[in-house]
């Protein structure tokens, strides 16, 4: 059991953990991409750049994206879903987790075969020794280091101590730094994070002229005031933990290139000749007989050849300019705001989203009854009247179609019986929420009636879902090259008597059938098309006509077998049945071009998917 439970936490975890690397990475050819554009700049930039990318790894995106889901958002941009906001979404986490539903207490919980189940634990392990073994290595550097500093004497007076007691008040430094002499060949530098410790070589000043000692004491003190070691010990920590992604280990090079560029152009500005301060550097180097630690600010890192002689030819780094920064400034905006931005998006969305009808109002049925319908017949209805709700054999699916807004081919999951088990259901309202709604505007009682059944169903079904955007195939309605050839319904020229359906009620703003392969719409917005096309196709339809008005239309087409089987209404009244279409007919597609101008283009964009998480069957009453 533990097994399994594994794989699932691994499947819950490994998509996020892609989505953190894959950012990461993302944000580290961003910055290595405007370390060119600032490569004649001064490397303290480029550092900075540098630091920015490392420390990306250790502040996912999820984190500013959970900021902007706690921002308030105005309530009217509960309906924004943008196609950019999800072009975005998509590119910046393309590891999405699987939707795993709830488990039932009759049916045993399965892992599929693909994750087996001693996968993660197999990975967890590989990660823990490659991170031992990091910090082991790190460990015994450090503890070389602390060894040589213990055993090394504090020196109160001599030429050192007196050179960098006078280029510490020079730059004002607030402390002094303490100096040790070292018996060890290490090269000079600066050991510790709070309280910075000198360690000097023993014999070196032996080797060095006073213009020489200054220009190394010089560069240790840039490294001091720019915690360099702190630097240092941040990125340790994230080659530690990354250990297996070669762009953190290319990352620590960078930076401990562009930290020793930054202080040779700071010993540069501060007045010492290039040629007494490359000397300095290649005398060190030919005393020191250790490499560098990176636990350790010293004055030999990075190429030396390439160094020397950057120092020798090269002039100070250009500082930014206001297009530049600019330039920067936009770069960190974005980096932080669209995050959150998107945070406040995915929340208003999910309040868009929300199963359950809003606490600040009272919209809710009274009394419900629910009862199974056996009777095995086609006739489904589902109606919403001023003072309640009336559904006759309609299924789960039907009813989460209704309260959704949603087509079948948007719905994912849930209980064997959602198509198959039909019901009744008759639900009635107070008084007073029936009244309340009839002082709303049409789209605003349209959306509490739906908010309403979203709780019956939440509270008889059991029903908790989630959604989901993917992309998916979707098909964009547009206007053909001859344009539309239907009319704009006008009710006091058209229908002079008002719009009558074939019952001879009022049928205003209604799309219904004649039977398959048939459909009429009076008085209707173009949504209301794009909506019956999305079931009949079984697909999302977009509409892209940029037409606003409302319209009548009549279609007919030879409909597939597999099309339009949920929208198989009542028959006529009468005796006869109409005729079937005529399968030598168009298709729903070429009748679309013909009869009404309007043409379904093929696309990819995105779809929400309602995920059902668990549902019940209700309790009859």
């Not at 590119?91 to 045993?108: D, G, L, V």
């Amino acid at each position: 059991m533990i097994p399994k439970y594994l794989s699932l936490m691994w499947a819950a975890f490994a998509p996020a953990l892609g989505n953190h690397l894959w950012q990461s990475t993302l944000f580290a050819i961003a910055a290595g991409l405007l370390t060119l554009v600032l490569r004649k700049n001064r490397a303290h930039t480029r550092y900075w750049l540098w630091l920015a990318a490392s420390v990306k790894f250790l502040i996912p995106f999820s984190l500013l994206v959970l900021i902007g889901s706690n921002l308030p958002w105005p309530r009217g941009y509960a309906e924004l879903k943008p196609g950019s906001y999800f072009a975005i979404e998509e590119f910046s986490q393309p590891f999405t987790p699987p939707a795993i539903s709830m488990i039932s207490r009759s049916t045993p919980a399965t892992v599929s075969p693909a994750t087996p189940h001693l996968l993660p634990a197999l990975l967890a392990a590989v990660w823990l020794g490659g991170f031992l073994v990091v910090v082991f290595a790190w460990c015994v550097r450090w503890r070389r280091i602390c060894v040589d500093l213990r055993d090394a004497v504090a020196m109160r007076g001599g030429r050192e101590v007196e050179a960098l007691r006078r280029l510490e008040r020079l730059v004002g430094m607030p402390k002094q730094i303490e100096l040790r002499r070292s018996r060890a060949s290490l090269e000079p530098g600066i050991f510790g994070i709070a309280r910075p410790v000198l360690v000097w070589p023993e014999r070196i000043s032996e080797h060095l002229g006073d213009a020489h000692l200054n220009a190394i004491l010089a560069h240790e003190l840039c490294h001091v005031r720019r915690r360099d070691n702190l630097v240092a010990a941040i990125h340790m920590l994230v080659e530690a933990i990354f250990w297996f992604h070669p762009l953190v280990w290319w990352l620590g090079t960078r930076l401990v290139e562009e930290r020793e560029r930054a202080c040779d152009e700071g010993v540069l500005a501060s007045g010492s000749e290039r040629r007494v301060y490359a000397e300095s550097i290649l005398k060190t180097c030919e005393f020191c007989v250790e490499s560098p630690l990176a636990c350790l600010s010293g004055v030999t890192g990075a190429d030396l050849k390439q160094r020397i002689l950057r120092i020798m030819t090269e002039r100070h780094g250009q500082k930014l300019d206001f297009r530049k920064k600019l330039m920067l400034s936009a770069a960190a905006l974005l980096a932080v705001l669209a995050p959150v931005v998107m945070g406040a998006l995915n929340a208003t969305q999910g309040q868009a989203d929300s199963q359950t009808p809003d606490a600040s109002h009272s919209y809710e049925y009274e009394v419900a009854s629910i009862k199974p319908n056996n009777s095995g017949t086609n006739m489904v209805r589902l109606m919403f009247s001023p003072d309640g709700l009336s559904a006759t054999n309609g299924t789960l699916q039907m009813f989460i179609n209704a309260a959704y807004k949603i087509d079948d081919n948007q719905i994912s999951g849930g209980p064997s019986w959602l198509k198959s088990d039909h019901y009744d259901i008759e639900a009635k309202m107070d008084s007073a929420t029936a009244d309340a709604l009839h002082k709303l505007s049409e789209d605003q009682a349209r959306l509490e009636r739906q908010r309403m059944l979203q709780g019956l169903l939440a509270d008889r079904f059991k029903l908790t879902i989630h959604r989901e955007t993917r992309e998916l195939p979707i098909y964009a309605l547009v206007i053909a090259k001859n344009g539309p050839k239907f009319q704009e319904a006008k009710p006091g020229d058209t229908y002079p008597n008002g719009i009558k359906g074939p019952d001879g009620r009022t049928a205003a703003g209604m799309i219904f059938m004649n039977g398959r392969g048939s459909v009429t719409g009076q008085g209707i917005p173009i949504s209301d098309l794009v909506r019956f096309l999305s079931r009949q196709l079984g697909r999302k339809v977009e509409d892209k006509t940029g037409l606003t008005g409302k319209y009548d239309l009549t279609l007919q087409w030879t409909p597939d077998e597999n099309q339009g089987a949920m929208f198989k209404g009542p028959e006529p009244q009468g005796s006869a049945s109409p005729p079937p279409p005529d399968s030598s007919g168009p298709s729903i597609f070429t009748a679309l071009e013909e009869k009404l101008g309007l043409k379904l283009e093929s696309q990819k964009g995105p779809v929400e998917i309602l995920i059902i998480d668990h549902a019940e069957k209700p309790s009859e009453n």
